[in-house]
């Protein structure tokens, strides 16, 4: 493939094709409407609190291969960190029980027979009801699909996968479960160790692929908003982008890859099918300090919040699936988080800390199965466009390994190396 290939969207997917396309020697336009790349995944200054916060804790995992293979390739994946093996903390808040759950590095699952590895109050057997949804099909939810016994859904499943998925298990896409599950738990704990962007998403993700973008010759345009995409008139392409100083003709060779919010997509490419119910996220930060011996993140159970990040000089809690928190004032919430950081890291409660909180009303698509059938391909019915986000077909839920897959899969449909 000659031309030029015109990515638009500096999120995730749109910086995974143009870092893809460009190590191949494809000559590359990556234009971002915002001041800033990296879309939902984020970094930036907050005034508040004085420091710089991601606008969302993503965690990432060690078997996230498209993930890895796109830090190495940037330079940037010592900058992820975390424990040496498997491990997640929990807390439940309503006895204040503490425990930490501990998968083998193998493929057999020999923890689910440690009592002291597995979750409190569980057998080895009751893990085995999550084999179903390996095999679900695109109609199941999670709690369709599986028959979890109450105390390991309560204690592990419905966090974990409220966290994985942005959506409660009841409505979650069975089917979606199950891939994550294969890619992550079926291959053993060795797939599951946590990485976390200690030093903010922007260091990890977005910093380090601008800069390989221009060592390879890319040209990135921010605060460059596509108003229209122009078709030809027999329907077998783009012929011209609209920037909002009129149509900007592409040569016969160039194409186009829309790696932009599903809305926004739908906007510019006519009848495109894309997922239209979102749900919502909310992200709490305290200024103070994890106390001694503080895991790097704490599940909670029983809580309004979902999991509770150590950061240096920072406390920061993530509660996916939270369309019910949307209406609550600030400080009220605020405030109710904060009690259950406190109890859950067992350090004073007063003085409320100077704090911060953010809530993403459109964090990601509802990961249910009727959403699921609307993410479209990568292809489109023109020659030279091509979608790509993490809210296509990509199989994975919306997560920082499904956005860079679809950027690969664009990359690799324009050019192969």
Not at 113 to 139: E, H, I
Request: glycine content about 8%; aromatic content about 6%.
């Amino acid at each position: 493939m000659a031309g030029t290939v015109h990515v638009i969207g500096a999120g995730l997917a749109g910086l995974a094709a143009a870092v893809r396309l460009a190590t191949r020697g494809v000559a590359v336009v990556l234009h971002e409407a915002a001041p800033q790349a990296g879309g939902r995944c984020r970094s930036y200054f907050d005034k508040q609190l004085n420091a710089v916060i991601d606008n969302g804790n993503h965690l990432v995992l060690s078997g996230n291969t498209t993930m890895r293979e796109f830090t190495r390739t940037i330079g940037s994946e010592h900058t992820l960190t975390g424990p040496d093996r498997a491990e997640f903390a929990f807390v439940d808040l309503e006895n204040d029980e503490r425990w930490t759950v501990r998968l083998s590095e193998g493929r057999l699952p020999w923890w689910i027979f440690d009592k002291n590895a597995r979750v409190p109050g569980t057998k080895w057997s009751d893990y085995l009801s999550l084999a179903p949804l390996l095999r679900a099909g695109p109609d199941a939810t999670m709690t369709d699909a599986m028959n979890c016994p109450p105390m390991l859904y309560k204690r592990l499943i419905h966090p974990l996968f409220l966290a994985v998925l942005n959506a409660d298990p009841a409505e979650g896409s069975a089917q979606m479960a199950g891939a994550v599950l294969r890619e992550t738990l079926v291959p053993g704990g060795k797939s599951c160790h946590p990485l976390i962007a200690t030093e903010g998403l922007d260091v990890s993700f977005v910093t380090p692929a601008l800069a390989y973008l221009e060592a390879k010759g890319a040209r990135v345009m921010m605060q460059h908003r596509v108003r229209e995409l122009h078709f030809a008139a027999d329907g077998s392409r783009v012929d011209a982008i609209d920037f909002g100083d009129g149509p900007e003709p592409l040569a016969a060779e160039d194409s186009v890859v829309l790696a932009v919010p599903p809305n926004v997509a739908a906007s510019l490419v006519p009848s495109l099918t894309t997922p239209d119910e979102y749900r919502a996220i909310v992200n709490a930060h305290y200024q103070v300090p994890p106390p001694p011996g503080c895991p790097p993140m704490i599940g909670v159970v029983n809580g309004v919040s979902d999991w509770i990040f150590a950061f240096d000089g920072r406390l920061s809690v993530t509660i996916s699936g939270a369309d019910h928190l949307l209406d609550e004032s600030r400080e009220s919430l605020a405030l109710r988080i904060w009690e259950e950081v406190a109890s859950a890291c067992k350090i004073p409660s007063t003085p409320m800390p100077v704090w911060q909180l953010v809530r993403e009303k459109r964090a990601t698509f509802a990961a249910t199965p009727a959403q699921d059938k609307r993410r479209p391909g990568a292809k489109t019915r023109w020659r030279n466009l091509l979608l790509a986000g993490d809210w296509t077909a990509t199989g994975l839920p919306a997560t920082i390994e499904g956005a860079l897959r679809s950027g690969n899969l664009v990359a690799d449909l324009l050019h192969r190396a």
